[in-house]
C-alpha cells in the first residue's frame, strides 16, 4: 500500500466503550499528526508527533489518548468519549517539521459516531 | 505568531463560471510556504499546490491558477470554467521555515458548483 491509510473507515461506539484508531504511513516520514474536523468546523490539530516524541498537544482532553510505537504507525485511543466527540478523525504524516518539509499528506479519515 | 485567513466561508457558482478563493496570511518570517488543499465529500485532504516565499511568480495548472502577492499576503485560488468535481471544502495553509512548527490552516472555503 502506499500513501497514508486508516482504518477503520467508520466507528460507532457508546460512551462506555474503549476503541482505537490507527493510522499507518508508507511514505517514510517522520512526522505524524491527528486532527479532529467537527461537521462544519475547521480543521483541529490535536497531536503532532515527531520522530516518535510528541511534540504538541493542543489542549485535547484526556479521554483522547495518543501513541506513536513508531515513525510509520499512530495510534488514538478512545475511551468514555462524550457524543461532541462525533466527528472526522484525520491522520496526517510528512517528511519533518518546519518549512517545505511540511507538507502534508492525509488520510482518508475515520468518521467516528458516539452515541 | 502565524495566521491564515479564509474569509469566504461558502461559496455557490452555476458550473463554468469562473471562481476565486481568497487567502490572507500573518507571518514574521521572511521564509515560508503557502499550500492549498482540496477536500472533497469523501473527506480525505488533497495537496493541490506549495509556493515558497522566494517564488512570487504565478501558477497555472490546467483550470487552476494561484495568485501570490507578497505586497499583500495573499495567496488567492481560481478556478477557471468550474466543474461540479469541484465542489469541496477548500484549504489554505502556512508554514514557517524555522522551527518545528506543523502547518496553520485556514478555516476553509466550502466551495459549491451547481450544474
Known amino acids: 500500500e502506499t500513501g497514508v491509510t486508516q482504518t477503520p473507515r467508520h466507528l460507532v461506539m457508546g460512551m462506555t466503550n474503549k476503541k482505537s484508531l490507527k493510522c499507518e504511513q508508507h511514505?517514510?516520514?517522520?512526522?505524524m499528526y491527528w486532527y479532529k474536523q467537527s461537521a462544519k468546523k475547521p480543521l483541529e490539530l490535536m497531536f503532532v508527533?515527531?520522530?516518535?516524541?510528541?511534540?504538541e498537544n493542543n489542549s485535547v482532553p484526556s479521554r483522547f489518548s495518543p501513541e506513536c510505537p513508531n515513525s510509520s504507525h499512530l495510534f488514538l485511543h478512545l475511551h468514555t468519549l462524550q457524543p461532541e466527540d462525533s466527528a472526522l478523525y484525520l491522520c496526517a504524516s510528512s517528511q519533518d517539521l518546519g518549512g517545505s518539509y511540511n507538507e502534508q499528506f492525509f488520510g482518508p479519515g475515520t468518521r467516528l459516531t458516539v452515541l | 505568531a502565524q495566521k491564515v485567513t479564509q474569509a469566504q466561508t461558502e461559496i455557490s457558482v452555476v458550473e463554468k463560471e469562473d471562481v476565486t478563493l481568497d487567502c490572507v496570511y500573518e507571518t514574521r518570517d521572511t521564509t515560508y510556504y503557502l499550500f492549498w488543499y482540496k477536500q472533497p465529500p469523501s473527506g480525505e485532504l488533497v495537496f493541490l499546490i506549495r509556493r515558497n516565499s522566494f517564488d512570487e511568480q504565478n501558477e497555472i495548472s490546467g483550470r487552476y491558477s494561484w495568485n501570490f502577492q507578497k505586497s499583500t499576503s495573499s495567496f488567492n485560488f481560481t478556478i477557471t470554467a468550474s466543474q461540479v468535481v469541484d465542489s469541496a471544502v477548500y484549504f489554505c495553509?502556512?508554514?514557517?521555515?524555522?522551527?518545528?512548527?506543523?502547518?496553520?490552516f485556514g478555516k476553509g472555503t466550502r466551495l459549491s458548483v451547481i450544474a
Open positions: 511514505l517514510g516520514h517522520n512526522a
Open positions: 495553509a502556512l508554514s514557517a521555515l524555522r522551527g518545528n512548527t506543523p502547518l496553520v
Open positions: 508527533y515527531s520522530l516518535e516524541e510528541r511534540v
